[in-house]
Protein backbone atom coordinates (compact mmCIF):
# COMPACT_ATOMS: atom_id res chain seq x y z
CA UNK A 1 0.00 0.00 0.00
CA UNK A 2 3.18 2.48 0.12
CA UNK A 3 4.78 1.80 -2.69
CA UNK A 4 4.30 3.63 -6.62
CA UNK A 5 5.34 1.04 -9.35
CA UNK A 6 8.49 1.28 -11.39
CA UNK A 7 8.30 3.96 -14.70
CA UNK A 8 6.04 6.70 -12.79
CA UNK A 9 6.75 10.03 -13.45
CA UNK A 10 5.02 12.86 -10.99
CA UNK A 11 2.89 15.05 -13.65
CA UNK A 12 0.99 17.53 -10.65
CA UNK A 13 0.28 18.64 -7.12
CA UNK A 14 -2.41 20.03 -5.28
CA UNK A 15 -2.81 22.86 -3.17
CA UNK A 16 -1.08 22.08 0.48
CA UNK A 17 -4.31 21.50 2.66
CA UNK A 18 -5.44 21.63 6.09
CA UNK A 19 -8.06 20.06 8.43
CA UNK A 20 -10.29 23.65 7.55
CA UNK A 21 -9.41 23.26 3.66
CA UNK A 22 -9.18 19.59 2.91
CA UNK A 23 -12.14 19.50 0.96
CA UNK A 24 -14.92 17.37 1.15
CA UNK A 25 -14.69 15.63 -2.03
CA UNK A 26 -11.83 14.08 -0.71
CA UNK A 27 -13.45 12.78 2.46
CA UNK A 28 -15.72 10.98 0.60
CA UNK A 29 -15.83 7.46 -1.72
CA UNK A 30 -13.82 9.20 -4.87
CA UNK A 31 -11.10 7.66 -7.28
CA UNK A 32 -8.36 8.91 -9.40
CA UNK A 33 -8.63 10.06 -13.13
CA UNK A 34 -7.54 7.43 -15.72
CA UNK A 35 -4.15 6.27 -15.55
CA UNK A 36 -3.48 8.23 -12.65
CA UNK A 37 -1.76 7.37 -9.11
CA UNK A 38 -1.55 9.50 -6.19
CA UNK A 39 0.62 10.11 -3.26
CA UNK A 40 -0.99 11.25 -0.02
CA UNK A 41 1.79 13.05 1.90
CA UNK A 42 1.04 13.66 5.50
CA UNK A 43 2.69 17.09 6.47
CA UNK A 44 1.48 17.02 10.23
CA UNK A 45 -1.38 15.74 11.67
CA UNK A 46 -2.78 12.02 10.89
CA UNK A 47 -5.54 11.01 8.27
CA UNK A 48 -7.17 7.81 7.93
CA UNK A 49 -6.91 6.58 4.45
CA UNK A 50 -9.67 4.17 3.60
CA UNK A 51 -9.41 1.98 0.47
CA UNK A 52 -12.61 0.59 -0.78
CA UNK A 53 -11.38 -2.50 -2.72
CA UNK A 54 -10.10 -4.68 -1.31
CA UNK A 55 -11.23 -2.87 1.90
CA UNK A 56 -8.32 -1.67 3.95
CA UNK A 57 -7.21 1.17 6.09
CA UNK A 58 -4.03 2.73 7.68
CA UNK A 59 -3.19 5.96 9.58
CA UNK A 60 -0.90 8.16 7.73
CA UNK A 61 1.17 10.34 9.28
CA UNK A 62 4.71 11.98 8.14
CA UNK A 63 6.89 9.61 6.53
CA UNK A 64 3.94 7.40 6.20
CA UNK A 65 2.38 8.37 2.56
CA UNK A 66 -0.61 6.60 1.45
CA UNK A 67 -0.51 4.99 -2.55
CA UNK A 68 -3.56 5.37 -4.38
CA UNK A 69 -3.67 3.08 -7.11
CA UNK A 70 -5.32 3.35 -10.83
CA UNK A 71 -9.25 4.67 -10.38
CA UNK A 72 -8.85 3.07 -6.51
CA UNK A 73 -12.03 3.85 -4.78
CA UNK A 74 -10.88 5.58 -1.43
CA UNK A 75 -11.15 8.11 0.87
CA UNK A 76 -9.84 9.86 3.33
CA UNK A 77 -10.60 11.06 7.30
CA UNK A 78 -9.23 13.61 9.42
CA UNK A 79 -8.05 12.72 12.68
CA UNK A 80 -7.40 15.84 13.98
CA UNK A 81 -5.29 18.97 12.68
CA UNK A 82 -3.92 17.87 9.80
CA UNK A 83 -1.58 19.31 6.91
CA UNK A 84 -1.15 17.58 3.83
CA UNK A 85 -1.12 17.41 -0.80
CA UNK A 86 -1.83 15.01 -3.16
CA UNK A 87 0.88 13.99 -6.00
CA UNK A 88 -0.21 12.46 -8.94
CA UNK A 89 1.66 9.99 -11.38
CA UNK A 90 1.24 8.75 -14.75
CA UNK A 91 3.21 6.33 -16.89
CA UNK A 92 6.22 7.31 -18.98
CA UNK A 93 5.40 8.58 -22.08
Known amino acids: MNDLPPGLVPYSRSPEFNQDTLPTA ?7 KVGTWALIRVLEGKLLYRV ?4 SEIIL ?3 QPGVVRLE ?5 NLIG ?12 D
Open 26 to 32: LQRDHST
Open 72 to 76: QKHEV
Open 81 to 92: PVRMFLEFFRAA
Open 52 to 55: HEPP
Open 61 to 63: EPG
